[in-house]
Structure formats: structure tokens, C-alpha cells
T-cell receptor
Framework: GAGVSQTPSNKVTEKGKYVELRCDPI?????LYWYRQSLGQGPEFLIY????????DSGLPNDRFFAVRPEGSVSTLKIQRTERGDSAVYLC????????????????FGPGTRLTVL | AQSVTQPDIHITVSEGASLELRCNYS??????LFWYVQSPGQGLQLLLK??????LVQGIKGFEAEFKRSQSSFNLRKPSVHWSDAAEYFC?????????????FGTGTRLLVSP
């Protein structure tokens, strides 16, 4: 596809369960970002990948959250022992390069995965 | 702490009327500013960005924004609103304080367009 895709679009789970959220970035984009958007809030940064490595994971709220990007393309956000407070829309974005200030560089966002923890 | 404030939670504008959405930032360093639009079921789309130079920035869909350092503001404007502009609008900032790779978003302003 031409844009960033995320699967599933909706995920309902029970408290304490494990979930995985998938992001397919735009082909060729080296930088990938995860954000979390709670109801009535703006997106909140979680983690940034440059290639296969997590260059900045300072936004992950605690050690229940983990993300990987093993081949430098698809990324998976993993949440263990989910809590009701984890309910939110999880957004993925990719960009050709990591530096947002570089010319003609911007983050392209996917439609998000809506996670509901019951 | 760094912050971006969008004081208006929602705004209603008549179709054809002008629009101004407010954004204020609080940063110690030079800010790099963005406006995004989010339509239902759609991903965030970049409208425009300001890094340096001319403080009046033109974007897509007829939007523009003006950076005013003295007021720490980066307000979004459009001279004539169309019904298709109804959406949520987010102001965001990236700065050397947080690392260039991170965007810090405001809480958003929901734009409603009345006939």
C-alpha cells in the first residue's frame, strides 16, 4: 500500500492479557515512531526506531510495554499484563529519515489501532 | 517542562467564514512547529511546519500559520472554511530540548462547520 498501515484496527482484550499491535511503514522509510492517543488528548510519544534499533524509548510508560523492529521495516508494539488505563488509540508513523528538520522530511501516520481493555 | 497549549477544545465556524485556531508553546530553545489535521478514521496529516525564516507559513488545503516569538504562538488560519475542513487539529512542537525525533502535541481543537 501507499501509506502506513496498522493491524488490527480494533482490539478488545481483558485486563491482564497480552496484546501485540502491528505497524507496516511506508516502504523505504528508515524511521518509525509509536504514539499513544488517549481520549480527548493529543498523541503522546512512546518510542522511535532508526532502522532496527530503538533510538529513543523514553516515552514507554513502564516495562510492560515493549516494541521491536527486527528487520527494519514492520514493527510490533507489545503490551504485557494489560490494564484498563492502557485503553487508547495507538498510532504508528514513519518517515524517510529520522531528522524531522531535514528538508522534505515528515512523519506519515497510520490510522491507528484502538485498544480497549475491559 | 515543555508544553503546547491549544486553549480551545472545540470551535464552530460557519461555512465560508474565516478560521483561526490558537496554539501557544513553552520551550527554552528555538521551537520547530507543526500543525496536523486528524479526520475520523484517518491518520494524522501534516498541514504545515515552521522551522525558520519567513514567519508566515503556507500549507496545504489553503491553510497558513504565523509564528510570533513575542507571543509564543503559532496560530493556524484559513480565510474561508469548507465543510470538509471539519476535523480535529493538533499543534505540535519538536525542539532540541526533547530531541528532534519527538513531537509533543497539544490536546487538539475540534472544528465543527455549520451550514
Amino acid at each position: 500500500g501507499a501509506g502506513v498501515s496498522q493491524t488490527p484496527s480494533n482490539k478488545v482484550t481483558e485486563k491482564g492479557k497480552y496484546v501485540e499491535l502491528r505497524c507496516d511503514p511506508i516502504s523505504g522509510h528508515t524511521a518509525l515512531y509509536w504514539y499513544r492517543q488517549s481520549l480527548g488528548q493529543g498523541p503522546e510519544f512512546l518510542i522511535y526506531f532508526q532502522g532496527t534499533g530503538a533510538a529513543d524509548d523514553s516515552g514507554l510508560p513502564n516495562d510492560r510495554f515493549f516494541a521491536v523492529r527486527p528487520e527494519g521495516s514492520v514493527s510490533t508494539l507489545k503490551i504485557q499484563r494489560t490494564e484498563r488505563g492502557d485503553s487508547a488509540v495507538y498510532l504508528c508513523a514513519s518517515s524517510p529519515r529520522g531528522d524531522l528538520l531535514a528538508g522534505n522530511n515528515e512523519q506519515f501516520f497510520g490510522p491507528g489501532t484502538r485498544l480497549t481493555v475491559l | 517542562a515543555q508544553s503546547v497549549t491549544q486553549p480551545d477544545i472545540h470551535i464552530t465556524v460557519s461555512e465560508g467564514a474565516s478560521l483561526e485556531l490558537r496554539c501557544n508553546y513553552s520551550y527554552g530553545a528555538t521551537p520547530y512547529l507543526f500543525w496536523y489535521v486528524q479526520s475520523p478514521g484517518q491518520g494524522l496529516q501534516l498541514l504545515l511546519k515552521y522551522f525558520s525564516g519567513d514567519t508566515l507559513v503556507q500549507g496545504i488545503k489553503g491553510f497558513e500559520a504565523e509564528f510570533k516569538r513575542s507571543q509564543s504562538s503559532f496560530n493556524l488560519r484559513k480565510p474561508s472554511v469548507h465543510w470538509s475542513d471539519a476535523a480535529e487539529y493538533f499543534c505540535a512542537v519538536a525542539s532540541v530540548n526533547t530531541g528532534f525525533q519527538k513531537l509533543v502535541f497539544g490536546t487538539g481543537t475540534r472544528l465543527l462547520v455549520s451550514p
